[in-house]
């Protein structure tokens, strides 16, 4: 196992009703004022921000030692949807890149590195081809959740991957820029009609993916 996926959220993603797009398709939705008025039963307990630096900095004292001499590295996957602010009862400390800055300056280690799902570091309303190359040159991109979404940071829908904000065959050739030579996966595809289990998003993304990677990295 060279690489190891992660999350560092007491309470996983949030999403409101799903829109209608493309075929009938169903996308992954999330629209902030919706999600506002929305009745939120989360534990009592609140865990702030300087719970949540304090306990990543206690996972990761215990954990990178022990992957780098496994040779395993952990990459880390944004908040989702990524918004800087308690959700869920509580607070979300990789939500940004500078909050990947500092969890990589927590233990500098060619092992600390990150899960570059490029959707939601679009949804964080930044360049996405300047985010890779920030990240890439560092060499601290283990691999990519290489999908498209549509939108903005409080209101956003996640598509088919040729149909998003994100001009895929740029964002492919600025992995390529920075040295990347890992793994692209699909992710988060929408929900086709009367598809069983989601084969057929599955398989056009990857698809999709696959030509890229053939047109750029030759």
Not at 5 to 28: E, I
Not at 100 to 107: D, M, Q, S
Not at 197 to 214: D, E, K, L, S, Y
Request: glycine content about 10%.
């Amino acid at each position: 196992v060279p690489t190891l996926g992660y999350n560092f959220k007491p309470v996983g993603n949030f999403r409101t009703p799903s829109d209608t797009g493309r075929g009938g398709a169903h996308y992954s939705t999330f629209v902030y004022s919706e999600y506002e008025e929305e009745n939120h039963d989360y534990p009592a307990k609140y865990i702030d921000e300087d719970g949540m630096w304090a306990n990543i900095a206690y996972f990761h004292q215990r954990i990178v030692p022990v992957a780098e001499e496994a040779g395993v590295t952990l990459a880390l996957h944004p908040d989702d949807p990524p918004l800087p602010e308690p959700m869920g009862g509580a607070a979300r400390i990789v939500s940004t890149l500078d909050q990947y800055e500092r969890i990589f300056a927590l233990n500098p280690s060619p092992q600390n590195a990150m899960l570059f799902c490029q959707g939601c570091v679009t949804e964080m309303g930044i360049n996405v081809y300047e985010a890779i190359h920030r990240m890439g040159r560092q060499g601290k991109i283990a691999y990519v959740h290489f999908r498209n979404v549509r939108g903005t940071p409080k209101d956003f829908r996640e598509v088919f991957i040729d149909e998003g904000d994100v001009d895929m065959f740029r964002a492919m050739q600025t992995y390529k820029e920075v040295g990347f030579n890992g793994p692209f996966m699909m992710d988060h595809t929408p929900s086709i009609p009367d598809d069983q289990g989601g084969r057929q998003g599955h398989a056009f993304a990857t698809g999709f993916i696959r030509a890229m990677i053939q047109a750029v990295y030759r």
